[in-house]
T-cell receptor, first 111, second 113 residues
Framework: SQQGEEDPQALSIQEGENATMNCSYK?????LQWYRQNSGRGLVHLIL?????REKHSGRLRVTLDTSKKSSSLLITASRAADTASYFC???????????FGAGTTVTVRA | DTGVSQDPRHKITKRGQNVTFRCDPI?????LYWYRQTLGQGPEFLTY????????KSRLLSDRFSAERPKGSFSTLEIQRTEQGDSAMYLC???????????FGNGTRLTVT
């Protein structure tokens, strides 16, 4: 079973717009990570946020974490066609370092 | 850092045949993971190694699946008597240790006919 669930399942936006996707999880975590996957490729790590952090930025990416609601969001600002991909959240729970992935959000950026 | 490499990229096999995939992790990474991903889903954990020790294997993994990591370097994943339900992308990832990001290979896509 998968720990995290992303919402929405799919998102289509115009180039230059912002994209927001959410992740909810079930058990307490050490950290939460976001990954990107282009079609037919492996996953690429984007950002890691620890359980004691509330917000983190990396370039055009902004991640928030609300441990009281067991949820996280990923915001991509000023989207580009190259941002077209699937985005996954992954949780690292307290017992072991075995990331559990959600089903992902597929983002399509229209030129 | 040449990244994680996986071989082959694609494998088509007939039901009942055995297949073996190889993963070469980033050289200084002591943890290595195998995941399976089907279309429209996120990666599903299969097993992981710390150095040469296989520390955990998913309960979802049948005994037709076996993985090794001799000498704590490359790893192989073997599937015996393949079934159509084994068709998926098999992803390998490595990392330095707990709390550090996973580095994924580009996967091996298995099609069982």
């Amino acid at each position: 079973s998968q720990q995290g669930e992303e919402d929405p399942q799919a998102l289509s936006i115009q180039e230059g717009e912002n994209a927001t996707m959410n992740c909810s999880y079930k058990t307490s975590i050490n950290n939460l990570q976001w990954y990107r996957q282009n079609s037919g490729r492996g996953l690429v790590h984007l950002i890691l946020i620890r359980s004691n952090e509330r917000e983190k930025h990396s370039g055009r990416l902004r991640v928030t974490l609300d441990t009281s609601k067991k949820s996280s969001s990923l915001l991509i600002t000023a989207s580009r066609a190259a941002d077209t991909a699937s985005y996954f959240c992954a949780t690292d729970t307290s017992n072991d370092y075995k990331l559990s992935f959600g089903a992902g959000t597929t983002v399509t950026v229209r030129a | 850092d040449t990244g994680v490499s996986q071989d082959p990229r694609h494998k088509i096999t007939k039901r009942g045949q055995n297949v073996t995939f190889r993963c070469d992790p980033i050289s200084e990474h002591n943890r290595l993971y195998w995941y399976r991903q089907t279309l429209g889903q996120g990666p599903e954990f299969l097993t992981y190694f710390q150095n040469e020790a296989q520390l955990e294997k998913s309960r979802l993994l049948s005994d037709r699946f076996s993985a090794e990591r001799p000498k704590g370097s490359f790893s192989t994943l073997e599937i015996q008597r393949t079934e159509q339900g084994d068709s998926a992308m098999y992803l390998c990832a490595s990392t330095l240790g707990q709390g550090t990001p996973l580095h994924f290979g580009n996967g091996t896509r298995l099609t069982v006919t």
